[in-house]
């Protein structure tokens, strides 16, 4: 059974740190795009970074350049999103997903990705 399993949300002050984790199990994703997305509520979900399979090539969202940063570990099947000078409206639940295609290019698209975790709650206050 492929699972994707975030960790490292939690609550935090305006400008603080968070580092995101997500672990995959059941198989490798090593040769797939994993992006990071995320859910306020009563809003839709939105993209928020993603980077190719390799690592090697990266996108973001506008409202996060230069404070969040995306990585992945091939080797532990792993995929971070370090989070910098977080603000109230970055409150969301953030999810990480993986695209179903082998050497894809990185998107953005969330009908893209197959697959989905279950995602972990980030709170910012003000």
């Known amino acids: 059974q492929v699972q994707l399993t975030e960790s490292g949300g939690g609550l935090v002050q305006a400008g603080g740190s968070l580092r995101l984790s997500c672990a995959a199990s059941g198989r490798s994703f090593s040769r797939n795009a994993m992006g990071w997305f995320r859910q306020a509520p009563g809003k839709e979900r939105e993209f928020v970074a993603a980077l190719s399979w390799s690592g090697s090539s990266t996108t973001y969202a506008d409202f996060v350049k230069g404070r969040f940063a995306i990585s992945r570990d091939n080797a532990r099947n792993t995929v971070s999103l370090q989070m910098n000078s977080l603000k109230p409206e970055d409150t969301a639940v953030y999810f990480c997903?993986?695209?179903?295609?082998?050497?894809?290019?990185?998107?953005?698209?969330?009908?893209?990705?197959?697959?989905w975790g279950r995602g972990t709650q980030v709170t910012v206050s003000s």
């Open positions: 997903a993986a695209d179903a295609r082998q050497y894809g290019v990185v998107t953005m698209n969330k009908d893209d990705y197959e697959y």
